[in-house]
């Protein structure tokens, strides 16, 4: 009977460390020249380049802000959605139902337009670092629909902040409501 060998166990690979690149602004000098007008008339300059900081390499960053927009835009999307297809029964429900539930609405409403301001700031910050990955395209996509479904509960924002204002005028004296 032939012996098994046993099967080497994969390990899981660290993350790959980025590795320094050339300097684009000072082609790996590390130093910059620049000509300057002086009272005596022109005069070169020399200092050390603001991007690499005089070392002649830069290390490339990441899409961290681009990925957190990502998922600041889909949950804020989702909760979005959520929001919009929340209905408020203010017929058959008792007044601290239909209170409850109108203030959860107004809630989400509003931490979902904060999230959804915070995904469009991420998403900016990654595109004036001149990030155009595929992570900060689809972000976009998702903030626009996360947008999108926003303009659509906006509709409903002053139905649901009447109703509200409602309950909170009449307090379970209106006919209309079943305590």
Known sequence: ????????????????????EICPVCKGTGHVQ???????GMVMQIRDCPACKGRGTVIKRGNGAAITG???????MILLFVT????????????????????????????GTVMLVVAWVLIIVSL???????????????ASIALIVLFICMT???DVKDTLDMVDKYSGSYRGWNY
Do not use: G, R
């Not at 203010?90 to 109108?102: G, L």
């Open 156 to 158: 409903d924002y002053s």
């Open 128 to 142: 004036a670092k001149k990030n155009h990955s595929p992570v900060v395209i689809t972000a976009i996509v998702f």
């Open 70 to 76: 990502l998922i600041v835009a889909i949950l804020s």
């Open 34 to 40: 620049q000509q300057v007008q002086t009272l005596f």
């Open 84 to 111: 919009k297809s929340t209905s408020i029964d203010e017929y058959t429900a008792s007044i601290s139902d239909v209170k409850d539930t109108c203030t959860s609405w107004m809630v989400m409403f509003w931490i």
């Open 1 to 20: 009977m032939p012996q098994q060998v046993p099967q080497p166990v994969a390990q899981p690979q660290p993350a790959p460390i980025p590795q320094p």
